[in-house]
């Protein structure tokens, strides 16, 4: 590891909140599978149940009063793919991925799916380096503000949920979904999708590594502009 990479680790450690005492974990969890290995894509398959367990009882102790589906689709907007790419966008993480000479070019760096996977795989990386406990407190110390500012009454149900009663309150056709572009091969597709409310002139898309993500994201788009012609929620 030159020092110039070092130095840039120590920055990344900060803004975690963590410092490694063996930076080889992290060097592991940002190492993409194109630049060889080891890599992080089994450090991924552990930093996501890290993840996931610390956002729920993140949920379950501040939103007691949710049943199980509310706070299921809560945890579900906060551990996608797009929350965890802005995350990483925030740390700067991309400055830091090892990958290949083809994703370089390609501009890897930047790829949603990438930056998600990385920062999974640093949870995990700092569960190896310590334990469990230490994973959790980097975790809660990146979500914090985002559980804090949750509103339940407005996110409980999911964006596509929202929209539809939304416009069945105002006898509007429902929205229609239509696939815009579906790329990558089966493990790692990247979805493109429109919603459409012909009635209201509305016309969104939205981009997931799933096309129920993507529409997720697409629906949400569509809400604030409906709320933004309808005043949704205002008294």
Request: net charge neutral.
């Amino acid at each position: 590891m030159t020092q110039h990479k070092d130095i840039r680790f120590r920055r990344l450690s900060e803004a975690l909140g963590y410092r490694f005492t063996r930076p080889e974990w992290l060097r592991q969890a940002l190492t993409h599978r194109s630049y060889g290995t080891p890599n992080n894509e089994r450090l991924e398959f552990v930093g996501d149940s890290i993840l996931n367990y610390t956002v729920a009882r993140m949920l379950y102790d501040r939103f007691p009063q949710l049943t199980e589906g509310e706070l299921s689709r809560l945890r579900a907007n906060l551990v996608n793919q797009q929350t965890l790419s802005e995350l990483a966008q925030l740390l700067k993480l991309g400055d830091e991925l090892y990958l290949g000479e083809g994703e370089l070019k390609s501009g890897g760096f930047n790829r949603p799916s990438i930056l998600a996977d990385a920062l999974e795989a640093t949870f995990a990386a700092v569960s190896f380096d310590a334990d469990f406990a230490a994973a959790e407190t980097v975790v809660r110390h990146l979500y914090r503000e985002r559980v804090e500012a949750i509103d339940p009454t407005r996110h409980a149900k999911d964006a596509k949920t929202r929209l539809q009663e939304a416009l069945q309150a105002r006898k509007y056709p429902l929205p229609r979904y239509r696939i815009l572009s579906q790329l990558g091969e089966a493990h790692e597709q990247h979805f493109k999708v429109a919603c459409e409310l012909g009635d209201l002139g509305i016309d969104t898309s939205g981009e997931g590594n799933s096309r129920r993500a993507a529409e997720q994201q697409a629906a949400e788009q569509a809400l604030l502009q409906l709320e933004a012609q309808f005043k949704l929620g205002k008294k």
